[in-house]
């Protein structure tokens, strides 16, 4: 019996983790779990095919924007414009411009001649495949 | 202000229940917005990310204009590995002046960044009067 918890403990923390997430998400949503002081806030994802990182960016040019992407990391840099008008008197100045760099390890080889990238709506989304070599494989056994 | 410098990050705040909550369900978000004004107009811009122009509504009532809008990201078959951000819809409700010509106002939407153009009345524009000599 013990073994058998002892085999079955990895799956476990696996499933807390999992459990923990969810639980971050939930709070999430309801706005206490998103991060403060980074920009562009990203989200990653994972489809089976490939890891897919999404960043809430508006306001800019795709040519703006520049994605690199190694075997395990993510880079995103840009620079957000500031509107400036001649003559204008500013009510309110929230949105938020200038240079960002944000880099990010990822957690499967990707492979990174095989990476895209789309900008719609201001949202950026890159496709990261994953490294054959990390894909589950079958095994034959032999007899 | 120069370009160079870092950008200033502001979090993405969820509206809170106790601050009347929205009519349709799910979670909204409080964009953030500038606001500047020049002689002919006043001009808002607010950053909706994955806002697409047939989610975007906005409303002029009794002086009151509302900007919502639905966001609907697709997360099907994507398992979630860390999030930063969360997702849900944006609404912000402005009181306007009496020198805004409701009837004038034009917007557009653009990768994720509404601008709304709030023309001021022609009778209340600023004139430069000029002064007859003797």
Redesign the interface.
């Known amino acids: 019996m013990l073994a058998r918890w002892g085999y079955r403990t990895p799956g476990m923390w696996n499933e807390m983790a999992r459990l923990s ?1 969810e639980m ?2 939930l709070f ?4 206490t ?7 562009p ?8 095919e490939a ?2 990182v ?1 960043a ?6 795709a040519e703006d924007l520049e994605v690199h992407a190694t075997v395990n990391s993510l880079t995103v840099k840009g ?7 001649q ?14 760099s944000r880099t990010i390890g990822l ?1 499967q080889e990707v492979d990174p001649q095989k990476v895209q990238a789309a ?1 719609r ?3 950026l989304e890159v496709t990261l495949p994953r490294a054959e070599a990390t894909k589950p494989r079958k095994i034959r056994i032999g007899s | 202000m120069s370009d160079n410098k870092a950008i200033e990050v502001k979090e993405k705040e969820a509206i809170k229940k106790e601050d009347g909550e929205p009519t349709r369900e799910g979670v909204y978000y409080t964009p953030a917005v500038d606001i500047f004004e020049t002689e002919e107009a006043i001009t808002l811009l607010a950053d909706l990310p994955g806002v697409s122009k047939e989610a975007l509504d906005i409303d002029v009532e009794d002086r009151q204009l509302t900007i919502t809008a639905g966001v609907k990201e697709d997360e099907a078959g994507l398992q979630p590995l860390y999030t930063e951000y969360g997702i849900g819809g944006f609404t912000r409700s402005f009181r306007l002046g009496d020198t805004i010509d409701q009837g004038r106002i034009s917007a557009t939407l653009t990768d994720g960044v509404l601008t709304l153009v709030l023309p001021k009345a022609e009778r209340l524009k600023p004139r430069k009067i000029e002064i007859a000599t003797a």
């Open positions: 997430r971050d998400r999430g949503e309801t706005g779990g998103t991060r403060a002081g980074v920009f806030p990203l989200n990653l994802y994972d489809n089976g890891l897919v999404r809430e960016i508006p306001g800019l040019k620079t957000r414009k500031a509107t400036e008008v003559g204008a008197s500013y009510h309110r100045r929230e949105r938020g411009h200038g240079v960002f957690p900008y709506n201001g949202i």
